[in-house]
């Protein structure tokens, strides 16, 4: 089966400036999650949906990031402005409902903010 | 609140050695554990996961964990390791209830010297 895609690979912005990425989960899969990983730490979550709701966005910082998944398929996670502690890798990950099921993560995109 | 902790930031072994990653986690309800794998410029790649039933989990790769509920511990293993096996390893629990939300470690960067 396809993975989970994600893009861009890499981008480098100016600070307060704007940036959005794309995902497309694994097929049939009803959540998405975006985490934020910052260099030597673990990934953080960022936001999840099942299907096009929102059911964890506790540490979004609402101020400058968005997301939304319109027709509970693709995804987009917009950062605006953004500010120079925004650099970090984004990844994508996507399961299927039902307890422990396994989150499956795309390559992410890493974003540098100068 | 439930957390992770990963001994050992960095674990350097020689190829053929025994690879002993550390994992303790905090949970006050029976947890589902994970590890993952993160190559350089990669997303995070199932290795292995605990959810019921046998303590002894093997993954791929040759790769195997033991879920001890005594020492709320989760610690991976692998006999014999490979160069290739050199990467970042994260252990994940999942939180209970909610939406199978994961909390992640610190990671544990791996080396392999010939």
């Known amino acids: 089966e396809a993975g989970v895609a994600q893009s861009p690979r890499y981008k480098i912005i100016e600070k307060r400036q704007s940036v959005a990425f794309w995902c497309n989960p694994i097929?049939?899969?009803?959540?998405l999650y975006w985490y934020q990983q910052i260099l030597g730490q673990g990934p953080k979550l960022l936001i999840q949906?099942?299907?096009?709701?929102?059911?964890?966005d506790s540490q979004l910082p609402k101020d400058r990031f968005s997301a939304e998944r319109l027709k509970g398929v693709d995804s987009t996670l917009k950062i605006q402005p953004a500010k120079l502690e925004d650099s970090a890798v984004y990844l994508c990950?996507?399961?299927?409902?039902?307890?422990?099921?396994?989150?499956?993560f795309g390559d992410g995109t890493r974003l540098s903010i100068l | 609140a439930q957390s992770v902790t990963q001994l050992g930031s960095h674990v350097s072994v020689s190829e053929g050695a025994l690879v002993l990653l550390r994992c303790n986690y905090s949970s006050s309800v029976p947890p589902y554990l994970f590890w993952y794998v993160q190559y350089p410029n990669q997303g995070l790649q199932l290795l292995l996961k605990y959810t019921t039933g046998a303590t002894l989990v093997k993954g791929i790769n040759g790769f195997e964990a033991e879920f001890k509920k005594s020492e709320t511990s989760f610690h991976l293993t692998k006999p014999s390791a490979h160069m290739s096996d050199a990467a970042e390893y994260f252990c994940?629990?999942?939180?209970?209830?909610?939406?199978?939300?994961?909390?992640f470690g610190a990671g544990t960067r791996l080396a392999v010297h010939p």
């Open positions: 994940a629990v999942r939180l209970s209830g909610g939406y199978n939300k994961l909390i």
């Open positions: 949906f099942q299907n096009n709701g929102v059911v964890d």
């Open positions: 990950a996507s399961s299927s409902t039902g307890e422990g099921q396994p989150q499956h």
């Open positions: 097929s049939g899969h009803a959540t």
